[in-house]
């Protein structure tokens, strides 16, 4: 079983910044594709970005590129989503999740094994 742990969400205004983070722990390979999706009330679950393992391709939703941008750091587990510019739309639980099926240009939930718990991000207008 892989552990994935997210934290740094909380409340800001439009045009503000948020990192959020994702801890992995146990059965847990630096060769796994990571992303991160969200959902917003009401609405289904989205993935917003994803990095690949070794020379780290990433791909990002047209909703957010060029706000977003997701990180890697092997050496220590985790995951990173650094978030500018934020917007109200922005607002929802954000996941992050392991896999093993890297896409440039998309995000499907299948492909992914290993989901952590969600940490909140609310963008305020």
């Known amino acids: 079983q892989v552990q994935l742990v997210e934290s740094g969400g909380g409340s800001v205004q439009a045009g503000g910044s948020l990192r959020l983070s994702c801890v992995a722990s146990g059965n847990y390979y630096t060769w796994y594709t990571m992303a991160w999706f969200r959902q917003a009330p009401g609405k289904e679950r989205e993935g917003v970005a994803a990095?690949?393992?070794?020379?780290?391709?990433?791909y990002y939703s047209n909703s957010v590129k060029g706000r977003f941008t997701i990180s890697r750091d092997n050496a220590k587990n985790t995951l990173y989503l650094q978030m500018d510019s934020l917007k109200p739309e922005d607002t929802g639980m954000y996941y992050c999740?392991?896999?093993?099926?890297?896409?440039?240009?998309?995000?499907?939930?299948?492909?992914?094994?290993?989901w952590g718990q969600g940490t909140q991000v609310t963008v305020s207008s």
């Open positions: 990095i690949s393992a070794g020379p780290g391709n990433t």
């Open positions: 999740a392991a896999g093993t099926r890297f896409r440039p240009n998309l995000v499907r939930e299948d492909d992914y094994n290993y």
